[in-house]
């Protein structure tokens, strides 16, 4: 998994998003190989998922997110499949239609593992 310091980190900007998509280049770019769980760009998913530890954040991801689709037009299908290749809920939809605002935070409670799970468990 990525450093878990990054993923207790407040997002302050997009830039700590861009850096995690980056490790998805490949499949963004060229839509291959698909990425799985475990793999760096799967692993840069679920950073994604933990810096939305708080509503603030969770809009954050969000809306670099929705800046990433809008910036990459073409590659925005490649771009809004990752959470579920990966088996990861962000909590909202990768989609340009998407209000940023609506979306919180899962509960901050759970250890990493348990709210992986529980975000498994809500995608069923």
Not at 43 to 67: F, I, K, Q, W
Not at 85 to 95: A, E, K, P, Q, R
């Amino acid at each position: 998994m990525f450093l878990w310091a990054t993923s207790r980190a407040a997002a302050s900007d997009c830039s700590t998003v861009m850096g995690l998509i980056s490790a998805c280049t490949a499949f963004i770019t060229y839509g291959s190989p698909d990425p799985y769980p475990g793999s760096p760009c799967c692993d840069a998913m679920m950073s994604l998922n933990l810096l939305g530890d708080s509503t603030e954040n969770r809009r954050l991801v969000c809306r670099c997110l929705l800046s990433l689709i809008n910036t990459y037009n073409p590659n925005a299908t490649a771009i809004a499949t990752l959470p579920g290749l990966c088996g990861v809920s962000l909590g909202f939809t990768i989609d340009p239609n998407t209000d940023c605002n609506l979306y919180q935070s899962f509960s901050s409670s759970f250890s990493s593992e348990n709210n992986y799970c529980t975000h498994i468990m809500l995608n069923k």
